[in-house]
């Protein structure tokens, strides 16, 4: 191959474009997480968090991406306004020495062109653990009415929050261990 031609080649190599790489940043009116536990091993009581703030980085093409979400302890909310300051008390979230909970992963799953899973770690009460997101209903398009592009979804993962050290109230065998997390996902392209 002769000198030019290799000058051709590593030009046209310069000249692609750089992956597909996108960036979208959550909108926190449309993606508030939340969570669900039975109480006191019974009923199935639900709450949720009202702020967050993440991005979402992903090369469809190289089936790769990273997910970075902060979630506002603070803004813990169950449907009992008189729970308000017990969850954010020492006994449960400690929000005064734990103000976020933050879910990082760069290890996105895909089956063909939609995102299904997203293993990462989740870090709670200044514990870090592994927590894999099952993820629904992925889609990206332009949004119906301001034209953006986005991408949509649905995760769920589940976490036993004594293993970050949230103990109040459990006994052994006490279901209310488990906390299931529900994050509705809505994101614009940056």
């Known amino acids: 191959m002769s000198i030019r031609m290799i000058a051709v080649v590593v030009g046209a190599a310069v000249a692609l474009p750089a ?3 996108e960036t979208y940043v959550l909108d926190p009116t449309h993606s508030q997480p939340t969570w669900e536990t039975r109480h006191i091993g019974m009923s199935l009581q639900r709450g949720s968090f009202g702020k967050l703030s993440g991005k979402i980085t992903l ?3 190289a089936k790769k ?3 970075d979400i902060t979630i506002d302890a603070n803004s813990v909310k169950p449907f009992d306004a008189r729970l308000d300051p017990i969850l954010r008390g020492d006994r ?3 929000v005064e020495k734990f ?7 760069d290890d996105v799953v895909f089956d063909g062109d939609r995102v299904v899973r997203v293993n990462g770690n989740f870090t709670m009460l200044g514990v870090t653990k592994p927590l894999a997101l099952q993820v629904a209903d992925f889609k990206c398009g332009e949004q119906a009415f301001n034209k953006k592009p986005m991408c949509g979804a649905d995760a769920t993962g589940t976490i036993k929050r004594s293993e970050y050290g949230m103990t109040n109230g459990l006994n052994v065998g006490n279901p209310a261990d488990e906390i299931r997390l529900l ?3 809505e994101a614009y392209k940056e």
């Open 19 to 21: 992956a597909a790489q």
């Open 59 to 61: 090369d469809r093409a």
């Open 65 to 67: 991406g990273n997910v």
């Open 92 to 94: 449960f979230f400690n």
């Open 99 to 105: 103000p976020t909970m933050e879910f990082k992963s």
């Open 183 to 185: 994050i509705p996902v």
